[in-house]
T-cell receptor, first 114, second 111 residues
Framework: QQQVKQSPQSLIVQKGGISIINCAYE??????FPWYQQFPGKGPALLIA?????SEKKEGRFTISFNKSAKQFSLHIMDSQPGDSATYFC?????????????FGTGTRLLVSP | DAGITQSPRHKVTETGTPVTLRCHQT?????MYWYRQDPGHGLRLIHY???????DKGEVSDGYSVSRSKTEDFLLTLESATSSQTSVYFC??????????FGQGTRLTVV
């Protein structure tokens, strides 16, 4: 059972454009929503995370938007750069249940063309 | 990569043979995890450890066993490798904070 559904599977964006990746979750008890970035040949690394008490969190060019009623959250990459080309995973879990309870989406491969 | 070393980085093995993957960390982190990454499935937890000799199963533990005899080492064993276990395997570690850190992965091919 896929508890976190991620789309699109792949995405091509021109340099300077906005990349948008969407995730939807089913378990309303989830209250921690991180995004991971993975470059080829490397392990995933935490990019940015949000808790449901806010609707948006911004770190540099990366923004998470959260819609609790729709059970959706998304990652926006503003002014996308070729160096942002990577696979992005959303994830969700319940606070204080431990990292082992983190449920990952299926990933989005982003290619930013020069 | 937060002091995490996975070995080997690449391995090709035959169906039915046992295989052991090693994760070594220098961070003295208490928690260690093994994931597999497959297209269309994202990352799925195989086993994890919350201390020396303390381990538990994850979502996809069938066909895998683990051991942790020292804080720094977490071994993943495929008891009898099958083609369905062809995957990229990631180790992760976590100290007292919320976040975990991943190693660079081991690409395993079972032929």
């Amino acid at each position: 059972q896929q508890q976190v559904k991620q789309s699109p599977q792949s995405l091509i964006v021109q340099k300077g454009g906005i990349s948008i990746i969407n995730c939807a979750y089913e378990n309303t008890a989830f209250d921690y929503f991180p995004w991971y970035q993975q470059f080829p040949g490397k392990g995933p690394a935490l990019l940015i995370a949000i808790r449901p008490d806010v609707s948006e969190k911004k770190e540099g060019r990366f923004t998470i938007s959260f819609n609790k009623s729709a059970k959706q959250f998304s990652l926006h990459i503003m002014d996308s750069q070729p160096g942002d080309s990577a696979t992005y995973f959303c994830a969700a879990s319940m606070r204080n249940t431990g990292f082992q309870k983190l449920v990952f989406g299926t990933g989005t491969r982003l290619l930013v063309s020069p | 990569d937060a002091g995490i070393t996975q070995s080997p980085r690449h391995k090709v093995t035959e169906t039915g043979t046992p295989v052991t993957l090693r994760c070594h960390q220098t961070e003295n982190h208490r928690y260690m995890y093994w994931y597999r990454q497959d297209p269309g499935h994202g990352l799925r937890l195989i086993h994890y450890s919350y201390g020396v000799k303390d381990t538990d199963k994850g979502e996809v533990s069938d066909g895998y066993s683990v051991s942790r005899s020292k804080t720094e080492d977490f071994l993943l064993t495929l008891e009898s490798a099958t083609s369905s276990q062809t995957s990229v395997y990631f180790c992760a570690t976590r100290g007292g904070g919320t976040e975990a850190f991943f190693g660079q992965g081991t690409r395993l091919t079972v032929v």
